[in-house]
């Protein structure tokens, strides 16, 4: 019932023989290389730092930013969801007491190593105050030392979001 | 003997005894708040409920006295909906913040909304708020928003401690748990409160944002604070690129010794644990490596043959004292374990607390280990070499008019002067296993050693090479050396989990 | 010895050194371009000295320098200090001197006197060249062996095993080619294929031997470690396969080697099997006959390809930004183009209107000859390349089966059959 009997590949001579499928393959190559050579180039490559990408969506899982309250103090209460959700265990949190009346408990210390983080969102979906979002659209991170690739609170409070 | 019928199954179980107690002694899932195995039933909670066969409506198991025959049932779609109402009143004014609050992770109430809950909230009306912050005194912080009213705490302070200082106030949703104004909850086995609720209502503010619950460990150990020696549980945690740090004591059910509570000095006295991390060894003052300086110590028993003191701290496992006495007599060392503040008379109480400081006098003279004053005193005047194991107090036998070359070997040392000629760390309580022998005769073994950065070795691994042989373990220590002391005939290594008690 | 004959070495061993030696930044070139402009992609093309980029070859330059300058870092766990110092030594050495024997014209005659055109004047020939090639994986299994590293020990044994293999099907493969040729020495071969087969077809050895041909180009791609056979290195399994240990100039010598074997392997596939130097249908002696006629098609042909590699180069060689240093290469390169062809052009006519001695049309020979050689050189490097960009690399049992179970059974039935025709030819 059902069975489906697909038929096997490779078995005659002339595939046994792979010099067609080599020569096939090379006339496929060496197409492209005078496609490229000619006057209609196929060539999709942006001269990047010059030109700049212009299809970053929405969506982009760029570098961390700690979102603000209405205040614009810290939305974060450091209750650690994300760096228990982080796969790369780059989040680094200390918590303190918040004594200003708005809440009990806010992050002393919020570290992301981003030489360590894998730019999966975890931490986005796990956060349960929507404190910590992707959407900077920062691609590119560049640092001199790996210290600068640490990721403290106030910098991650002043990346702003991506206007579109 | 009565037989019973749970979901099914015949459980043989005492006559008379609550139903809650059997059915949770049976491994049998049963949400409850207010009820507490060492305060007993309260009724107030509700959710302990059980359909019984024959009653019309369900029942709470914690005020059923068993019959023989009854037939009950825990699971079901009629009783899980009885759970979720009564779950959907005690969170009505629940404040979600989950995020904030210390309990998360090892709370009642998110565990039974898992279990039984996962409603949408009905409420359209605001929730009725309470206080946030309150300091309750002896480390306790009160949220009066989280609190489920179980009284859980007001009846430890009533039953357990008899100071009384807790009670429920004012009537409705603005029941508050409160002490009398102006007066504070002051008693030494406080903390204990944090333990029993079973919310985040009371939290302890030691331990108050300090660490998320699920990154701990639990290991099982023995309090070292007095000679009680609690069970406990050391709650601790690596964080990544950090070295272990202990968090919390909790206690630990140990029915001979302390049931279900410890003292709050106990629980606090964690923190000497955490301490240690700029603890080097010293070779008359100044930084050594830690290789070099374990073989001075042989190479000062080895030049002082004949000459050297071993003065002994009380507080040591009693494998260590084994092997310390095996050393002693190997090198001719005198032994002795003269300890002038072991006692503190203002410590003890009658309930856990006691006046005995040591964690481990009562092996001593089960080994034949002096203590006398002097003794030790004539050993003094003869030794060219002192070796103070597992204390630093060098001033005990500076007075006692000694003036020449002291080793230290213990887990935490103030000494740095130069006169000292070796100081040696050792594991901490915490960071090493042994067996300790508690005030009544009862013989436990604390298995909690957490491995430490700072590399600092245990004592019976600093032993073993001195001895030239390789037992490093309690079991090997065991199995070698207790196995011929008289008083400890049937007991074995493997049987220390029962707590078994010897004759004194 | 003469001025000449000094004068005819060193031009020789110069001539060699460009081949092989600086062949390699212009092969990295190559790799790097063809291999993005086969995926579709731009291939390096920043790097300019002063605007000029000659189409990003001024990068491989740019990274032989950082190669030298970089740090050159050694493990602590590497204890055999000399073998690993030694290992890229060996396959660089090896590389470079089995090109040593490649002719890259016909024996050059000047005042009565025979000058073979190679690098090392010997007779020595295939041997030469098999046994350096085989050489050079000790190179690899030491310096695997000495990395202490199990991803480069691994490389290293892959390697061992692929050439004692490869070396078997080669070594057969050459013997029915010699049985063909009669010679061992690469002269005599190359001008054995300066014939013509039933009056029409260049008697090449790829028409006369294709087989064998077949056999010795697929294991001189094993011999050079390349795709699809470069199991050794395999980055994409055991990270940089015997070479992961090594940085700066070390492993530069790793790089610069497997280039130069490259180039040796393809210059041998040209000498054996591509008519060597030889143009077709124009073997040395027809082309001393028409020397005058042959400068004169050059005069006509060398400003017309001029021209559409000028255009060719006014539209695509442009930087993206407008007022770009690199927007002025164009022009320079034009100028250079033209300024070529009129040297060319003003030399040959020269040649031409002064009639030529006997003297000059040899050296004319042996120019073009030259040219040739290196144009067939380039063709079969980007064979190479272009392999490399097209075919995934095999697996190992794959890779050993193809070895024992196909290539050998395959070269020895070869040699028999060239043998009869051989010897019924003979009789």
């Known amino acids: 019932?059902?069975?489906?009997?697909?038929?096997?590949?490779?078995?005659?001579?002339?595939?046994?023989?792979?010099?067609?499928?080599?020569?096939?393959?090379?006339?496929?190559?060496?197409?492209?290389?005078?496609?490229?050579?000619?006057?209609?180039?196929?060539?999709?490559?942006?001269?990047?730092?010059?030109?700049?990408?212009?299809?970053i969506s929405e969506r982009y899982r760029g570098v961390h930013r700690l979102t603000k309250r209405d205040d614009g103090s810290v939305r974060?209460?450091?209750?650690?969801?994300?760096?228990?959700?982080?796969?790369?265990?780059?989040?680094?949190?200390?918590?303190?007491?918040?004594?200003?009346?708005?809440?009990?408990?806010?992050?002393?210390?919020?570290?992301?190593?981003?030489?360590?983080?894998?730019?999966?969102?975890?931490?986005?979906?796990?956060?349960?105050?929507?404190?910590?979002?992707?959407?900077?659209?920062?691609?590119?991170?560049?640092?001199?030392?790996?210290?600068?690739?640490?990721?403290?609170?106030?910098?991650?409070?002043?990346?702003?979001?991506?206007?579109? | 003997m009565a037989h019973i019928t749970v979901d099914g199954t015949v459980l043989e179980v005492k006559e008379g005894a609550l139903l809650i107690e059997e059915l949770l002694a049976n491994n049998i899932n049963i949400p409850h708040f207010c009820y507490h195995p060492a305060l007993g039933k309260d009724g107030n909670c509700r959710m302990c409920m059980v359909e019984i066969e024959g009653q019309k409506r369900p029942q709470i198991a914690c005020d059923t006295p068993i019959k023989e025959g009854m037939i009950i049932r825990t699971k079901g779609a009629n009783i899980d909906r009885v759970k979720r109402s009564i779950l959907e009143l005690e969170l009505i004014n629940h404040p979600i913040d989950c995020p904030i609050c210390d309990q998360a992770g090892e709370c009642s109430l998110q565990n039974y909304y898992m279990d039984v809950g996962l409603y949408e909230s009905r409420l359209s009306t605001p929730k009725t708020r309470g206080e946030k912050h309150v300091d309750l005194g002896a480390n306790v912080v009160l949220d009066q928003e989280r609190c489920v009213l179980c009284t859980r705490c007001v009846r430890f302070t009533k039953n357990i401690t008899k100071t009384s200082e807790l009670g429920v106030l004012s009537r409705a949703d603005h029941s508050v748990i409160t002490t009398f104004p102006g007066a504070k909850l002051s008693n030494p086995y406080a903390m204990n409160v944090v333990d029993l609720c079973p919310v985040g209502a009371l939290t302890s503010k030691d331990f108050r944002f300090q660490k998320r619950v699920w990154f701990l460990n639990a290991k099982e150990a023995i309090c070292d604070h007095c000679a009680r020696g609690c069970s406990i549980f050391v709650d601790h945690h690596k964080e990544k690129y950090k070295d272990e740090v202990i968090y919390r004591y909790r206690p630990r059910l140990n029915d001979k010794i302390n049931g279900y509570f410890i003292c709050d000095a106990g629980r606090l006295s964690y923190h000497k644990e955490n301490e240690n991390k700029e603890f080097h060894a010293l070779i008359r003052g100044k930084i050594s490596e830690y290789e070099y300086a374990e073989g001075k110590l042989l190479r000062l028993l080895k030049r002082h043959l004949g000459k050297t003191a071993f003065v002994i701290s009380s507080n040591l496992s009693l494998e260590e004292m084994v092997r310390v006495q095996k050393l002693a007599k190997l090198y001719e060392i005198a032994l002795n374990a003269y300890e002038p503040e072991r006692f503190d008379t203002s410590f003890g109480d009658d309930f856990l607390k006691c006046n005995d400081r040591s964690a481990n006098a009562r092996a001593l003279p089960l080994l034949g280990i002096d203590t006398s004053k002097e003794m030790l005193q004539e050993a003094l005047n003869r030794v060219e070499l002192v070796v103070l194991i597992g204390r630093s107090d060098a001033n005990v036998i500076k007075e006692m008019g000694y003036t020449q070359?002291?080793?230290?070997?213990?887990?935490?040392?103030?000494?740095?002067?130069?006169?000292?000629?070796?100081?040696?760390?050792?594991?901490?309580?915490?960071?090493?296993?042994?067996?300790?022998?508690?005030?009544?005769?009862?013989?436990?073994?604390?298995?909690?050693?957490?491995?430490?950065?700072?590399?600092?070795?245990?004592l019976l691994a600093i032993l073993a090479p001195i001895l030239g042989d390789t037992i490093f373990t309690c079991k090997e220590v065991w199995e070698a050396e207790l196995f011929f002391y008289e008083v400890l005939k049937g007991v074995s290594f493997d049987s220390l989990k029962t707590t078994p008690k010897i004759a004194l | 010895m003469s001025t000449i004959s000094i004068a005819v070495v060193i031009i020789n061993v110069i001539l060699a050194l460009l081949f092989s030696l600086g062949a390699a930044p212009i092969l990295v070139w190559i790799e790097r371009r063809v291999a993005g402009l086969i995926q579709d992609r731009l291939g390096p093309n920043r790097c300019h000295i002063n605007g000029i980029r000659l189409g990003g070859l001024i990068q491989s330059f740019a990274?032989?320098?950082?190669?030298?300058?970089?740090?050159?870092?050694?493990?602590?766990?590497?204890?055999?200090?000399?073998?690993?110092?030694?290992?890229?030594?060996?396959?660089?050495?090896?590389?470079?001197?089995?090109?040593?024997?490649?002719?890259?014209?016909?024996?050059?005659?000047?005042?009565?006197?025979?000058?073979?055109?190679?690098?090392?004047?010997?007779?020595?020939?295939?041997?030469?060249?098999?046994?350096?090639?085989?050489?050079?994986?000790?190179?690899?299994?030491?310096?695997?062996?000495?990395?202490?590293?199990?991803?480069?020990?691994?490389?290293?044994?892959?390697?061992?095993?692929?050439?004692?293999?490869?070396?078997?099907?080669?070594?057969?493969?050459?013997?029915?080619?010699?049985?063909?040729?009669?010679?061992?020495?690469?002269?005599?071969?190359?001008?054995?294929?300066?014939?013509?087969?039933?009056?029409?077809?260049?008697?090449?050895?790829?028409?006369?031997?294709?087989?064998a041909a077949l056999i010795f180009i697929i294991t001189a791609f094993a011999e050079a470690n390349r795709t699809p056979f470069d199991l050794a290195e395999g980055e994409s399994e055991i990270v940089g396969g015997f070479h992961t240990e090594y940085s700066a100039m070390r492993f530069g010598l790793f790089f610069v080697g497997e280039y130069v074997a490259m180039s040796a392997s393809s210059a041998l596939i040209v000498t054996l099997f591509l008519g060597g130097y030889h143009l077709p249908y124009l073997n040395t002696q027809t082309l001393q006959a028409y020397m005058p006629f042959i400068l004169m098609v050059l005069i006509v042909a060398l400003p017309l390809g001029s021209w559409s590699a000028m255009r060719w180069i006014q539209k695509h060689n442009r930087w993206h930004k407008a007022n770009d240093i690199r927007n002025h290469e164009s022009a320079f390169l034009q100028k250079g183009l033209i300024g070529l062809n009129v040297l060319v052009i003003a030399g040959v006519g020269a040649l031409l209107v002064l009639g030529l001695s006997e003297t000059s049309t040899n050296v004319a020979t042996a120019v073009i000859q030259i040219a040739t050689f290196a144009l067939k050189l380039l063709f079969m490097n980007f064979v190479f390349v272009w392999v490399r960009w097209t075919l995934p690399r095999f697996r190992y049992d794959q890779l050993q089966t193809l070895g024992w179970k196909v290539l050998m059974p395959l070269a020895i039935a070869n040699i028999f059959i060239s043998a009869i025709i051989v010897v019924a030819r003979g009789l």
């Open chain 1, 76 to 164: 974060c209460v450091a209750c650690f969801m994300c760096a228990t959700a982080c796969p790369a265990e780059c989040i680094f949190i200390e918590a303190e007491e918040r004594n200003d009346g708005v809440d009990e408990k806010m992050p002393k210390r919020f570290d992301i190593d981003l030489l360590e983080c894998v730019f999966c969102g975890a931490c986005v979906e796990a956060c349960p105050c929507d404190a910590i979002r992707m959407d900077s659209g920062i691609f590119s991170f560049i640092g001199k030392k790996r210290e600068d690739f640490v990721l403290s609170k106030e910098q991650l409070l002043a990346n702003e979001e991506k206007k579109a």
């Open chain 1, 1 to 55: 019932m059902g069975i489906k009997i697909v038929p096997r590949h490779g078995n005659t001579l002339k595939e046994k023989l792979y010099l067609p499928a080599i020569f096939g393959g090379m006339k496929t190559t060496l197409s492209h290389l005078i496609t490229n050579l000619s006057d209609t180039p196929e060539i999709k490559t942006i001269n990047y730092p010059e030109e700049q990408p212009h299809d």
């Open chain 3, 63 to 211: 990274d032989m320098l950082k190669l030298v300058f970089k740090e050159d870092f050694k493990a602590k766990a590497i204890q055999e200090s000399f073998f690993f110092s030694l290992a890229p030594v060996i396959v660089f050495a090896s590389a470079f001197l089995s090109f040593m024997v490649m002719p890259f014209a016909d024996d050059l005659i000047i005042n009565g006197e025979r000058f073979i055109m190679q690098g090392l004047p010997m007779d020595l020939g295939v041997l030469w060249f098999l046994a350096l090639a085989g050489l050079s994986v000790y190179g690899i299994m030491l310096g695997g062996w000495s990395s202490r590293n199990k991803y480069s020990l691994l490389g290293a044994m892959r390697a061992g095993a692929q050439v004692i293999s490869y070396e078997a099907a080669m070594g057969l493969s050459v013997v029915s080619v010699l049985i063909t040729y009669g010679s061992i020495h690469l002269g005599d071969i190359v001008a054995y294929q300066g014939q013509l087969l039933f009056g029409f077809i260049p008697a090449w050895g790829i028409i006369i031997q294709p087989i």
């Open chain 2, 405 to 458: 070359n002291i080793a230290i070997l213990c887990s935490r040392c103030e000494v740095t002067c130069k006169e000292v000629e070796l100081v040696l760390p050792i594991a901490s309580h915490t960071r090493r296993e042994g067996s300790f022998i508690n005030l009544d005769g009862y013989v436990q073994h604390s298995a909690c050693a957490i491995q430490s950065e700072h590399g600092h070795k245990t």
